[in-house]
């Protein structure tokens, strides 16, 4: 290494080291996203991670945070060179940082044939030990991009801390009727905090714990950190909130950046309930990095472990780790605060919105808190350390405070990700078993739906529109609408638990009743299916993209289709069986092409009558007994009466015949709407009729109504019990 790189090299570089997984899956080089789902397969074999630990404190390595798949490392550049036999190098790559908006930042790497940012460690005698080195790379608090050469036509009028944010996510009901996130742990990631005496006046109380590598407990230099942190308390104002203090130099007179993993992974210690992070880096040019899958992995873990983890989506950045599956991603919505348009809500055009190129499917973000607009965002009035650097700046760009007062005018992203985290510690009050997915969820569910403006310009500037969309993902975050949805939860988990009485008879009927079993439902958590969770928003996707298609051939009408967890039970015998034979009906189809002017513009499948033979009539036949794709069933023993085949229309002639019940109670559904009444069905203990009518079970449909019905005619529905007793099934 010459001098001149000496000297643009930090004097402590941060990274970390990856241990061999126990699975001897490569986690610097698995072709699988890491989620979740399958952290657990990465994580290093315990005997391995202690032995690095030693040899890395032997070569002058020092160690700051041990976790299940790496151990945070610092050092110089020449205990790095010396111990791992490598050359490193600065470079300089294109980002975006506050105030200065796009430049560029110091990157360290190795030069070697390895991906950018990773040390390879094959070749030499750490193989054993080792997969590899992630180093350190450098990640911004999403604030202001540049501005522009003339002063910001800004607002006087701007949200206030903690009646306005409260009141904008509707969460001053909760607060008054004693849900204030009491008893919930959040941990924020972020510049530190600073005991401003806004904190004392609302008797707010943090605690501040320091990252490895971070210094000083008691300042926030920048004041980003103690900013946030207002709108996280303005929501929730009783949690217990733990700063952990990220804020370290990479470089002499770099810009300050998180050491991010070892900052995350000493939040992930502290066993919050929650974690809110405020800051990423942008992934639009970049490919994913070594430093980015450490990261992602320490994300993956974190949530497998129950930990709800919410990262804000950016300001103009294609930000990671916004992106992964696991996270909330934090957008934002702009309230109007005066004029004819007050009150009016829209997409924030300062806010980031886009399709993961790193996650296919994943589209960020997923609900939005109260965010500005371009240029600068200025719309919350924020404390923060006098004559702090966000203080002094703020002033400095016209937001009507003074640089030294405290005050400064400022939101983004970084502000809806401490609001939703907010929004998320009055849910965990509630219940506090309430699982990752399940909350992200809850949110989508109950967010404010918007449907006008557009987001940042720089991610697309897509739209806002009815229902979910890209500017916006579900809407602003609504604190009572979620409350009330977990109350409605934890209302109908007791109810599944408890034995369900059979009440409101006529008198005359109860004695007859009195021996008859009392009906219980059973219930399946979401927590049943992590799988399902890691895998819903890529089945969901492929839905919307085949509804699309249908669409736009004018096939259906232009309908969206609305599917969460609650929606899944453990597949019985009987959907493995339809299934098997529904696919086995695929013979009877062809493909279509429709061509105009020697160009393919459409592409579908027909029903072809020559290609059916009698396996597909017993196989349509058992379908329409079952009661399982049943229209499908029916339109191939129709069209095999126009069979050639003497034998295969006179077996679709019997089986016709034989199916004349079973197909009139699946016309009467059709015409009834039963389908879309029993979207989600929890089969009951069997409860016998005294008048020997058959078993009866317990349903529950979309309007969450308790519907009744027997194994004899599951076809037909009733809201009342005892008539569900005196029906007699044909």
């Known amino acids: 290494m010459s001098k001149e ?96 908006g796009e430049t560029t930042a110091t990157f360290i790497n190795a030069i070697d044939n390895k991906p950018f940012g990773e040390i390879d460690t094959s070749q030499t005698s750490w193989d054993h030990l080792l997969d590899g080195i ?12 540049i501005p522009t050469e003339l002063p910001p036509e800004t607002t006087t009028k701007y949200l206030r801390v903690p009646e306005d944010i409260a009141q904008g996510l509707n969460a001053t009901l909760a607060h008054q009727n004693g849900i204030t996130g009491r008893g919930v742990k959040v941990v924020m990631l972020d510049t530190g905090w600073y005991r401003h005496p806004f904190f004392s006046r609302y008797n707010y109380k943090v605690n501040v714990v320091l990252a490895p590598g971070a210094s000083a407990p008691l300042e926030d230099e920048n004041g980003h950190g103690t900013g946030e942190s207002a709108n996280l308390l303005a929501v929730a104002p ?14 002499p007179g770099k810009f300050k950046n998180v050491n991010a993993v070892a900052a995350f ?119 923060v350390p006098p004559g702090s650097e966000k203080d002094q700046v703020r002033s400095f760009f016209g937001d009507g405070t003074k640089s030294s007062d405290g ?47 557009a987001g940042n310009p720089r991610t697309g500037g897509y739209r806002a529109r009815a229902g979910p969309d890209l500017a916006t993902g579900y809407g602003l975050a609504d604190a009572d609408a979620a409350i009330e949805a977990v109350k409605n939860t934890v209302l109908k988990m007791s109810l599944y638990d408890a034995a369900l009485p059979i009440v409101n008879l006529p008198n005359s009927e109860t004695d007859k009743l009195q021996n008859i079993p ?17 895998k819903l928003d890529e089945i969901l996707w492929e839905i919307e993209q085949v509804l699309e298609r249908a669409i736009k051939n004018n096939e259906i009408e232009d309908v969206e289709i609305r599917i969460s967890e609650i929606n899944f039970v453990p597949r019985s015998v009987k959907a493995k069986l339809t299934s098997s034979l529904r696919k086995s009906l695929e013979d009877c189809w062809k493909t279509e092409a429709k061509n105009i002017r ?52 006179d077996a679709a002639i019997k089986a016709l015949s034989e199916c004349v019940s079973d197909i009139s109670i699946f016309d009467d559904a059709n015409k009834n709407n039963l389908e879309n009444d029993q979207i989600f069905v929890v089969q009951s203990d069997q409860v016998k009729c005294d008048n020997g009518n058959g078993t009866i079970f317990m349903s529950t449909d979309n309007n969450n109504r308790t519907r009744y019905y027997r194994k004899e005619c599951p076809e037909k529905m009733f809201d009342d019990l005892d008539a569900c007793c005196k029906h007699k099934c044909v």
């Open 407 to 453: 005050w400064a005018a400022f939101s983004g992203t970084s502000a809806a990700a401490p609001q939703l985290a907010g929004v998320c510690a009055l849910m965990k009050q509630l219940d506090s078993g309430l699982p990752p997915a399940k909350v992200k969820e809850i949110l989508q569910q109950t967010a404010r739906d918007v449907v006008e403006g």
């Open 5 to 100: 790189q000496q000297a643009k090299l930090p004097s402590k570089i941060y990274a970390e080291a990856i241990v061999r997984s126990v699975s001897g899956e490569s986690l610097l080089h698995s072709a699988s996203s890491v989620t979740s789902e399958n952290v657990a397969q990465f994580y290093a074999e315990p005997n391995l991670l202690n032995s690095a630990v030693q040899r890395l404190q032997a070569a002058g390595f020092e160690i700051l945070d041990v976790g299940k798949t790496s151990i945070s490392i610092a050092a110089d550049a020449e205990v790095y060179e010396r111990s791992l036999q490598t050359t490193l190098e600065t470079v300089e790559i294109p980002v975006i940082k506050e105030i200065v």
């Open 134 to 145: 992630a180093l350190n790379e450098p990640a911004f608090y999403f604030r202001p991009p």
């Open 265 to 383: 992974k000493k939040a992930v210690a502290l066993r919050p309930d929650i974690i809110t992070c405020s800051w990423g880096c942008d992934l639009k040019n970049r490919q994913f990095s070594p430093f980015n899958q450490a990261l992602a992995v320490a994300i993956a873990d974190a949530v497998r472990r129950g930990i709800i983890v919410i990262f804000a989506a950016g300001n103009g950045q294609w930000s990671f780790p916004s992106q992964h599956p696991d996270v909330i991603a934090a957008g934002g919505v702009y309230l109007h605060l005066d004029g004819l348009l007050q009150g009016k809500l829209e997409a924030s055009n300062y806010a980031s919105s886009f399709t993961s190129p790193i996650y296919p499917g994943r589209r960020v973000p997923d609900v939005c808190g109260l965010v500005g607009k371009l240029p600068y965002g200025a719309y919350i009035m924020l404390p």
């Open 518 to 534: 009392t009906i219980t439902r059973s219930r399946t958590m979401s927590s049943d299916f992590p799988k399902l969770k890691a």
């Open 598 to 649: 020697g160009q393919v513009i459409e592409v579908q499948k027909i029903l072809d009558v020559s290609k059916i033979d009698t396996k597909h009539i017993s196989v349509a036949q058992g379908l329409i007994k079952f009661g399982k794709y049943q229209e499908t069933a029916i339109q191939v023993l129709t069209e095999a009466l126009q069979s050639n085949d003497d034998a295969v229309r």
């Open 238 to 251: 009783d949690v217990e909130l733990t700063m952990v203090k990220a804020d370290v130099f990479t470089a």
